[in-house]
């Protein structure tokens, strides 16, 4: 885990959304949107209820993070005026965090905190993808 200070903190916690990069064994890239809670220096993503082709475990961003859990965050502000650009990109180790553990009752409970909808799913019984953190870049194209 890395200090982050309180800009990159605030970052994160302020966004609601962020796409996460994976990449299978031979290295083969994914990314996807993904909402997340970030607490105790690691963010949680669900594996949510959201309609999806396959069962949470054959999901090709579980897949990923099982055979090679080295990833990428990037959470950003777009605008049309350029001058209100800003992103944060969080490199790190994810893990395949299962619903017996204290840690992802903990996680759901933030998660339900943050996204109204959640409080309508049955997360806690469904497996969750834990981020820590590595390392931190970030831009703005305007300080203030």
Request: charged share 30%; aromatic share 10%.
């Given at each position: 885990?890395?200090?982050?200070?309180?800009?990159?903190?605030?970052?994160?916690?302020?966004?609601?959304?962020?796409?996460?990069?994976?990449?299978?064994?031979?290295?083969?890239?994914?990314?996807?949107?993904?909402?997340?809670?970030?607490?105790?220096?690691?963010?949680?993503?669900?594996?949510?209820?959201?309609?999806?082709?396959?069962?949470?475990?054959?999901?090709?961003?579980?897949?990923?993070?099982?055979?090679?859990?080295?990833v990428s965050l990037v959470i950003d502000d777009?605008?049309?005026?350029?001058?209100?650009?800003?992103?944060?990109?969080?490199?790190?180790?994810?893990?395949?965090?299962?619903?017996?553990?204290?840690?992802?009752?903990?996680?759901?409970?933030?998660l339900q905190e943050k996204y109204q909808q959640?409080?309508?799913?049955?997360?806690?019984?469904?497996?969750?993808?834990?981020?820590?953190?590595?390392?931190?870049?970030?831009?703005?194209?305007?300080?203030?």
């Amino acid at each position: 885990m890395i200090d982050l200070d309180y800009k990159a903190i605030q970052f994160i916690r302020e966004h609601r959304v962020a796409r996460l990069a994976t990449a299978d064994s031979s290295g083969q890239p994914q990314v996807v949107p993904i909402c997340y809670v970030f607490e105790g220096g690691a963010i949680y993503s669900p594996i949510d209820e959201k309609p999806k082709r396959v069962s949470p475990y054959r999901l090709r961003r579980v897949r990923n993070v099982e055979s090679n859990n080295r990833v990428s965050l990037v959470i950003d502000d777009y605008s049309d005026d350029w001058s209100r650009l800003a992103w944060l990109i969080v490199d790190g180790r994810a893990e395949i965090i299962e619903p017996e553990r204290e840690e992802h009752a903990l996680a759901v409970q933030w998660l339900q905190e943050k996204y109204q909808q959640y409080k309508l799913m049955s997360l806690g019984d469904r497996p969750m993808i834990k981020i820590t953190p590595e390392h931190i870049a970030s831009w703005k194209a305007q300080e203030g």
